[in-house]
């Protein structure tokens, strides 16, 4: 294989260049110009770390270590964000039926609603994808599996 210095394999400085710019416009999309962030944020009325709580939870009580595992956050951190959802009257903490030691945070009928609202805002798609061909809709669909794999 051809070799080019300081580019590795021949065409891998192209290929890689145009993957830094496909990833870089992912993240203009989905952090600039779409804003999903401040979208759901204001939404909701909170920051979004608590509506990545909100989200986490949506799928079932958990303690909360396993939030912040989930969330990619700290322990002190997550009780937190848990102790202001429990104010808001979003989330409660029930005693845990497998240790009746520990305890779990639940979201209340109005987190749960909270929670859908968010993944409702998260989830639709900008009209600009619905615009596109239907092949690149598919492709897209098949690419983002790959990355996500």
Do not use: C
């Not at 009746?100 to 859908?116: N, P």
């Amino acid at each position: 294989m051809e070799r080019h210095a300081d580019k590795g394999p021949a065409g891998d400085d192209d290929i890689a260049g145009k993957a830094a710019r496909a990833w870089q416009g992912l993240n203009t999309l989905l952090l600039e110009r779409y804003q999903l962030r401040k979208a759901v944020s204001e939404a909701l009325g909170m920051s979004f770390s608590r509506v990545r709580a909100l989200r986490r939870l949506a799928a079932g009580p958990m303690s909360l270590r396993e939030l912040a595992e989930r969330m990619g956050s700290d322990p002190p951190y997550t009780t937190v964000i848990v102790d202001d959802l429990v104010r808001r009257g979003l989330a409660e903490r029930i005693t845990n039926p497998a240790d009746r030691r520990s305890k779990l945070v639940h979201l209340t009928e109005d987190g749960q609603a909270k929670a859908e609202l968010a993944i409702s805002i998260i989830t639709t798609p900008p009209d600009a994808l619905l615009a596109l061909p239907r092949e690149d809709i598919e492709a897209l669909d098949r690419i983002v599996a790959k990355l996500l794999d």
